[in-house]
């Protein structure tokens, strides 16, 4: 007997005690990727350091390192057996997929534009590790039925690569002629900002006129504090009840 289909629904629930909503940018939370930093700036250093190429940016969760969260990103593109990989892949292509169909809308409005009408993924840092890590392009491009129609791959690892994780201009390409394309870029974590600021800018210099990003979650290292306070200390003072009605682009 096969077993049941698992409705959106369901399979997006089975991380929700792991998933907390980010909250509104605010002091102490960066107005650009919604981490927790000294309230004495806008923003974290990490974005304060690189060139913001996103109109609008949203995580619909964070990832705790060593969580369930960041276990279940790794996993679904990393694991070695196929049915571990299968298994996170249908779980996080719900999480996308809900979200998505709740808040397209909050991010075109962030954005300044009406909707997208492209979909595009940020590629890996290698063409190799790139052709060997199809999970991301699985998810937006075959599983994720309100954005398989617009996605397309159109970003690509430079080659020969640039191995460093810093930002770079020159990190990734775009193949396809953007001019006046509004793009809805989406990676799966989002831990320093560097690729999908780089991947970003590839989409911009090919000429697309606006680029809103989505990652599913933004990583966050609970020990990273400051003078007065601490990732942990803010972590704890999210709800423990993940809404999906509520987007940090949204007050």
Not at 225 to 244: A, M, P, Q, R, V
Request: charged share 20%; glycine share 6%.
């Amino acid at each position: 007997m096969s077993s049941p289909k698992l409705t959106v629904e369901e399979a997006s629930n089975a991380y929700v005690h792991a998933m907390r909503n980010p909250p509104v940018a605010r002091a102490g939370v960066c107005a650009v990727c919604k981490t927790f930093h000294d309230p004495s700036f806008q923003a974290c250093g990490r974005c304060v350091g690189q060139p913001n190429n996103l109109d609008a940016f949203v995580p619909i969760t964070y990832s705790v390192h060593g969580r369930q969260m960041h276990d279940a990103l790794w996993s679904y593109k990393n694991a070695s057996q196929d049915e571990v990989r299968w298994y996170h892949g249908v779980r996080l292509t719900a999480i996308l997929w809900r979200f998505i169909e709740n808040h397209e809308s909050c991010l075109a409005r962030a954005a300044g534009v009406d909707d997208f009408d492209l979909v595009a993924t940020v590629p890996s840092k290698t063409p190799e590790r790139d052709e060997g890590r199809r999970g991301l392009r699985t998810i937006a491009g075959k599983w994720c039925t309100p954005i398989v129609d617009r996605w397309q791959r159109v970003l690509w690892p430079a080659d020969p690569p640039l191995l460093e994780r810093s930002y770079s201009h020159q990190r990734y390409v775009a193949d396809t002629d953007l001019t006046g394309r509004r793009v809805l870029l989406i990676d799966d974590t989002w831990t320093s900002g560097t690729a999908m600021q780089s991947a970003a800018f590839a989409l911009r210099a090919a000429g697309a006129s606006s680029v809103a990003g989505v990652v599913i979650g933004r990583h966050l290292r609970l020990e990273f504090s400051w003078d007065t306070g601490s990732c942990e200390g803010e972590y704890k003072k999210l709800s423990s009840h993940f809404d999906w009605s509520v987007c940090a682009l949204e007050s």
